[in-house]
């Protein structure tokens, strides 16, 4: 429909004639979404909308109703009625790029606690594989009754697409144990004996020497000690060591019974396990002072709550030797200072 339009100006007259503006038959949308993700890692056919007598420009130059899309990327579409332009884009996605869910390995405590595994990730499933198998949306919980490790494989879905499935490793552990066993032997000409366990997966080590490691070596008499701790909890032993010379119990030569603190007592210094050990000790004049069978015992100088004189007393003492692996009998005197 044409109309006119008539204007004064003075002594001037216009008339315009005005042309009436078709309406735009474009729809404003021609994809379903802004991104399409593919599932199969293989070539997609992008449609056009079915439009009549309209002009289609996609962004690869072609004007056919479909076009091939060989990989992810962003494509427009351009359809034009003659009297308006229409412009639509649309993300594709191949899940190739899709990612799996990233997973962290756990460690439990045997007999301990476990919960669902947490993995971050969208509608998330659950596979006792790698592949094949169904998955389960509803997430494991790891058993602890007994030590081992587990293996769990999930993955994400996004827009419709799964992912590759990732791994998670569940690792159950028990508390440090071990046994250094009996006291034993370093033979003569010999750096020494190593004492080692068996080494635990996350477990710190501590010797007595100060050393980390699962061993170490025991060169000389003493005692030897491990310490040994996880997150389930902790463990320690002890071991002596005696030298191929030594005996088992060695006898003081004399002792100051006056009540310092230092050498107060009479008493068998041991170096080694003493399963079987008997002490007498006598005066001069024959007369039984005193007797233990213990050999952290020891004789504080007194006699019927009386402080005995100084000099010289005897002592008899009969003992299991774990060196020589016999009884020992041994006679001798020893000195009694004030």
Same mark, same amino acid.
């Given at each position: 429909?044409l109309k006119?339009?008539?204007?004064?100006?003075? +002594?001037?007259?216009?008339?315009?004639?005005?042309?009436?503006?078709?309406? #735009?038959?474009?729809?404003?949308?021609?994809?379903?979404?802004?991104?399409?993700?593919?599932?199969?890692?293989?070539?997609?056919?992008l449609?056009?909308?079915?439009?009549?007598g309209?002009?289609?420009?996609?962004?690869?130059?072609q004007?056919?109703?479909?076009?091939?899309?060989?990989?992810? *990327?962003?494509?427009?579409?351009d359809?034009?009625?003659g009297?308006?332009?229409?412009?639509?884009?649309?993300?594709?996605?191949?899940?190739?790029?899709?990612?799996?869910?990233?997973?962290?390995?756990?460690?439990? #405590?045997?007999?301990?606690?476990?919960?669902? +595994?947490?993995?971050?990730?969208?509608?998330?499933?659950?596979?006792?594989?790698?592949?094949g198998?169904?998955?389960?949306?509803?997430?494991?919980?790891?058993?602890?009754?007994?030590?081992?490790?587990?293996e769990?494989?999930?993955?994400?879905?996004? +827009?419709? #697409?799964?992912?590759p499935?990732?791994?998670?490793?569940?690792?159950?552990?028990?508390?440090?144990?071990f046994?250094?066993?009996?006291?034993?032997?370093?033979?003569?000409?010999?750096?020494?004996?190593?004492?080692?366990?068996?080494?635990? /997966?996350?477990?710190?080590?501590?010797?007595?020497?100060?050393?980390? /490691?699962?061993?170490?070596?025991?060169?000389?008499?003493?005692?030897?000690?491990?310490?040994?701790?996880?997150? #389930?909890?902790?463990h320690?032993?002890?071991?002596?060591?005696?030298?191929?010379?030594?005996?088992?119990?060695?006898?003081?030569? *004399?002792?100051?019974?006056?009540?310092?603190?230092?050498?107060?007592?009479?008493?068998?210094?041991?170096?080694?396990p003493v399963? /079987?050990?008997?002490?007498?000790?006598?005066?001069?004049? *024959?007369?039984?002072?005193?007797?233990?069978?213990?050999?952290?015992?020891?004789?504080?100088?007194?006699?019927?709550?009386?402080?005995?004189?100084?000099?010289?007393?005897?002592?008899?003492?009969?003992?299991?030797?774990?060196?020589?692996?016999?009884?020992?009998?041994?006679? *001798?005197?020893f000195?009694?200072?004030?």
């Open positions: 429909m006119w339009i008539t204007a004064t100006a003075g +002594l001037c007259m216009l008339s315009v004639r005005l042309t009436a503006q078709a309406p #735009c038959t474009v729809p404003a949308n021609f994809f379903p979404a802004d991104t399409i993700m593919v599932c199969a890692a293989a070539n997609y056919t449609q056009a909308p079915a439009v009549t309209m002009n289609l420009t996609w962004s690869s130059g004007n056919t109703n479909a076009i091939n899309i060989p990989f992810s *990327g962003i494509y427009w579409l359809i034009s009625d009297n308006c332009t229409v412009r639509d884009s649309v993300t594709v996605l191949f899940n190739s790029f899709l990612l799996a869910p990233v997973t962290d390995d756990q460690l439990l #405590c045997k007999r301990g606690p476990a919960g669902p +595994l947490q993995v971050p990730g969208q509608n998330l499933l659950w596979y006792t594989a790698p592949t198998g169904t998955g389960s949306a509803i997430a494991p919980v790891p058993v602890t009754t007994d030590t081992g490790r587990t769990y494989w999930v993955s994400q879905t996004i +827009l419709g #697409c799964e992912s499935r990732s791994m998670l490793t569940v690792k159950v552990i028990d508390k440090p144990f046994e250094l066993g009996n006291a034993f032997i370093i033979p003569c000409n010999t750096e020494g004996i190593v004492l080692q366990v068996i080494p635990a /997966e996350q477990t710190i080590y501590n010797w007595s020497n100060g050393t980390h /490691e699962s061993s170490m070596l025991a060169g000389q008499r003493g005692k030897y000690w491990l310490y040994a701790e996880n997150q #389930c909890g902790n320690s032993d002890t071991v002596v060591a005696v030298e191929c010379h030594d005996k088992c119990v060695q006898t003081p030569t *004399g002792f100051t019974p006056n009540r310092d603190g230092k050498n107060d007592q009479f008493k068998a210094a041991c170096f080694c399963p /079987e050990y008997y002490l007498t000790i006598y005066n001069r004049n *024959g007369e039984q002072l005193f007797e233990t069978r213990s050999p952290s015992a020891g004789w504080d100088g007194y006699f019927m709550g009386k402080a005995q004189p100084v000099g010289a007393y005897v002592y008899i003492t009969r003992y299991y030797d774990f060196v020589l692996k016999r009884f020992m009998d041994e006679k *001798g005197t000195v009694l200072l004030r």
